[in-house]
């Protein structure tokens, strides 16, 4: 990777290693920004959704902080070096995901520690049964001796207990994935099946993360088509962030080229469109241009509260139209929340987006609880503050700003469609983007950890009832006393019990309601 530095003999390609801070370094569209800096001349829109997880790109002008990583979508400036290799913010959200899943402490195997103990006193059972039957059993002392003490030890053999998690295990993630969701290791089953709170970033989890053409309002002689026309056609030519919104949005474009077209760094566009010089951008533009926009201002404060972009199109001399862009929610998102609040999850969206912007969302989500304008490291606090509440707390998240909290939260869930980061980090993938998944995933687990504690309740019944009649304590009583054939046969199907009961997760079918 390199970076092009400025000095006193000219522009100059220098290695990112030997990038130093207070360094002067030029970024064009397409760079990707090397260091952390501040802007010192020039303007440029920034794609800083990895970080912020905001989708509409920000302006950034002198004196505005820019960060390693993010690119830069349209413009051109220069820009001081203040924090290079390890001290960038992305490498210290790399770092707080290594210290994040170092601390978190491993989940031990119930059946492991159960056998630790259960081994030695079965074997200390059947030798004290053994010595019993030695003393005061019927003659041959020794035969009766031998047959006890190899009942016991096969009736009590521990295979049942040893499927018991596995086969569950093996059936629950297997399921989960044809349901949607890969796991990356049993501990997550566990772990998502104690969870109460489930914490959702708002940008490409909640919603579709790039913004989309909401409202189209008119205020000259123009309807609602030909204003998306005309702002397409002077979109066609530009780099502007938000013109892949207008152009999806808009009908059929007419062959006619624009002409005159510039870029007003900062505020818009203009063009000449069949012999009509028309300007696109925002109220800064207008109020350059000295257009008069009063009529749209009540408009413009209403979408501004709503987290909503509004764009203005007019010629040189009035106020055409207003397009709205807004980041829209996923299609099934309301009807998943809503679905996991009836399962008695308490919701909360954490994100970078401003306060207003995020409430809105929220509301028209059904989210309980709004944690907003917060950067990926104040993503992970967010998280340790709910666990030292004592709650336990799924993230979902898809983007490197997700990553830290996806690593601190008690079961990290990344989108499928999300970033490498945030899926390498994460403790379940959603293999396709349906928040349906996760009201799948948590149902996967609570039914595996359920179908687990059947298992080893079958295996400690089958062994509590089998150990003393394998010892002979009925003997006394009815004179029987169980074969070692019995005991093999029992403990054999005692295995085959646990593997079906584990078998049954392979139909199992998450209620949808």
Sequence with gaps: AQACVIDEQGETLMPLSEVQPSMLLKLVTGDRVPVDGEVESGEAWF?????????????????????????????????????????????????????????????????????????????????????????????????????????????????????????????????????????????????????????????????????QVSDVLVYGDWNRQQVLSAAAQLEQSSNHPLAKAILAAAPDLSDEPTKQFRTIRGKGVSAKVAGRTLLLGNQALLDEQQIDYRAAQQDIDRFAAQGTTPVLLADHRQLLGLIALRDSLRPESTEALQRLHQLGYRLIMLTGDHQKTAQVIAAEAGIDEVIAGVLPEGKAQAIAQLQQQGRKVVMVGDGINDAPALAQADVGIAMGGGSDVAVETAAMTLMRNDLHCVADALAMAGATLRNMRQNLLGAFVYNSLGIPIAAGVLYPFTGLLLSPIVAGAAMALSSITVVSNANRLLRFKPAKR
């Excluded at 390890?86 to 402490?105: D, E, G, W, Y």
């Design 47 to 211: 794609d800083e959704a990895m970080l912020t997880g905001e989708a509409v790109p920000q302006a950034k002008q002198p004196g505005d902080k820019v960060y390693a990583g993010t690119l830069v979508q349209d413009g051109t400036l220069r820009f001081v070096a203040r924090a290079t290799g390890s001290h960038t913010t992305l490498a210290r959200i790399i770092n707080l995901v290594r210290q994040a899943q170092s601390s978190k402490p491993d989940i031990g195997r119930l059946a492991d520690r159960i056998s630790a103990v259960f081994v030695p006193v079965v074997v200390a059972i059947a030798l004290l049964a053994g010595l019993v039957w030695y003393l005061v059993g019927p003659q041959p002392q020794l035969a009766y001796t031998l047959v006890i003490v190899t009942t016991v030890l096969i009736i009590a053999c521990p295979c049942a207990l040893g499927l018991a998690t596995p086969m569950s295990v093996i059936a629950g993630v297997g399921r989960a994935a044809e349901l949607g969701v890969l796991v990356r290791d049993a501990d997550a089953l566990q772990r998502a099946s104690e969870v109460d709170t489930i914490v959702f970033d708002k940008t490409g989890t909640l919603t579709r993360g790039t913004p």
